[in-house]
Structure formats: C-alpha cells, structure tokens
T-cell receptor, first 115, second 113 residues
Framework: DTEVTQTPKHLVMGMTNKKSLKCEQH?????MYWYKQKAKKPPELMFV???????INESVPSRFSPECPNSSLLNLHLHALQPEDSALYLC??????????????FGPGTRLTVL | GDSVTQMEGPVTLSEEAFLTINCTYT??????LFWYVQYPGEGLQLLLK?????DKGSNKGFEATYRKETTSFHLEKGSVQVSDSAVYFC????????????FGAGTRLTVKP
C-alpha cells in the first residue's frame, strides 16, 4: 500500500476563519512533507517533518502552522489566510530523509480557496 | 544549488506519436532522478526513477536513462495515448540538500485522438 490520504478534498474559507488540513499514511514512513502548488507551477516545499520533528520551515508565513501528532499523521492549521494563499496543498511521505533514492509518495491534495 | 530544467511546454501530440520531454539537471552530489506525473485535479504520482548513472527507469511504456555525462534524464515513450495527457515533472533528490526533492517547472502534454 503506497497511499497517502488527505482531507478535505476541497476547502473554501474566509480570511478570518480557522481550518485544518489533514494527511495520513500507513506505510511506516518517518518523513512527511507539506507542499503548496499554484496553478501551472511545480510544488513548493513548505514544511518537512523527520521522525515527528520539524526539520524545515521554508520561510512560510506564521498563518500556516504544521503539526505532526504521530508518525502517521500530519496536520496543517490555517488562520487568517489571504486570497493569494489559494492553491493546491499537497502532502507527501518518504521512508526518511537519509537517502536520495527514497521516493516521495504524494496524496491527492486539498484544493483551498480563500475568499 | 541544485536545479532541474525541463523543456518548455505545452506539448501537443497526436495519438501514437513518439514523445520526448527533455530534462537536464545541476547537482552538487550524486542525485537520484525522478519523473512524476500529475493528472488533472490529482496529486503527483511517481512514474519512474533512476538512482545512479546509466540506470534506466521504465514504467507504463515510458523510459528515461540517467546520463551523467550530459546531466540529463529525458523522458521518452514510443506511442502516446490520449490517457497520457497530464503534466510531467522531472525532479532530483540529493544528499547535499537533505535529500529533499527539487522539481522542474513541469511540461504539460496533450494527446489528441
């Protein structure tokens, strides 16, 4: 099983709302990632968790707050977003970050629209 | 730093035509190379990968060979189908960058019947 699941599939929120995106994998992977993908662009790395510890925050605004409750779950908490934050948010996982040969497996994404 | 350059799209082909999407890379170490495919409204799926020079990755009729001498990993398919219409991303993973993925800009392929 190489499945990464993400919920919700679509999300519409106002700029004052608080919402969360959820990601789950059961492959025993110890690295999990959040990416942001704008239309017609490649994914941009936002956060990396390795062994449930935040390893990278690619200078992402504080209105995005990641959380890794356990090795299978990854959340992205959203608060006071801007319309330019509208995008496809992708979660991915890999065995770990110790080898360049590891494949990242992606979820289907959450399509976020900020009004 | 590491980078991946893909041919500009979009690419439009007729069914059963031959496909080549060029990809070249710059890396500090000895990267692994990947092709991912993204169908409309979906996430990225691994299409194939190669982890060392002269390795050939293949899947679903697609092939790519890791060419260290030309720093390339071009994607090829002998006969495309309408169902191959998607965006294709070339990517690399390098130990000098914590093995995080670096993506090319993506190439949109449309196959017409």
């Amino acid at each position: 099983d190489t499945e990464v699941t993400q919920t919700p599939k679509h999300l519409v929120m106002g700029m004052t709302n608080k919402k969360s995106l959820k990601c789950e994998q059961h492959m025993g992977h110890r690295a999990m990632y959040w990416y942001k993908q704008k239309a017609k662009k490649p994914p941009e790395l936002m956060f990396v968790y390795s062994y449930e510890k935040l390893s990278i925050n690619e200078s992402v605004p504080s209105r995005f707050s990641p959380e890794c409750p356990n090795s299978s779950l990854l959340n992205l908490h959203l608060h006071a977003l801007q319309p330019e934050d509208s995008a496809l948010y992708l979660c991915a996982s890999s065995q770990n970050r110790e080898s360049s040969t590891d494949t990242q497996y992606f979820g289907p994404g959450t399509r976020l629209t900020v009004l | 730093g590491d980078s991946v350059t893909q041919m500009e799209g979009p690419v439009t082909l007729s069914e059963e035509a031959f496909l080549t999407i060029n990809c070249t890379y710059t890396a500090t170490g000895y990267p692994s190379l990947f092709w991912y495919v993204q169908y409309p409204g979906e996430g990225l799926q691994l299409l194939l990968k190669a982890t060392k020079a002269d390795d050939k990755g293949s899947n679903k009729g697609f092939e790519a060979t890791y060419r260290k001498e030309t720093t390339s990993f071009h994607l090829e398919k002998g006969s495309v189908q309408v169902s191959d219409s998607a965006v294709y991303f070339c990517a690399l993973s390098d130990g000098y960058n914590n093995n995080d993925m670096r993506f090319g800009a993506g190439t949109r392929l449309t196959v017409k019947p």
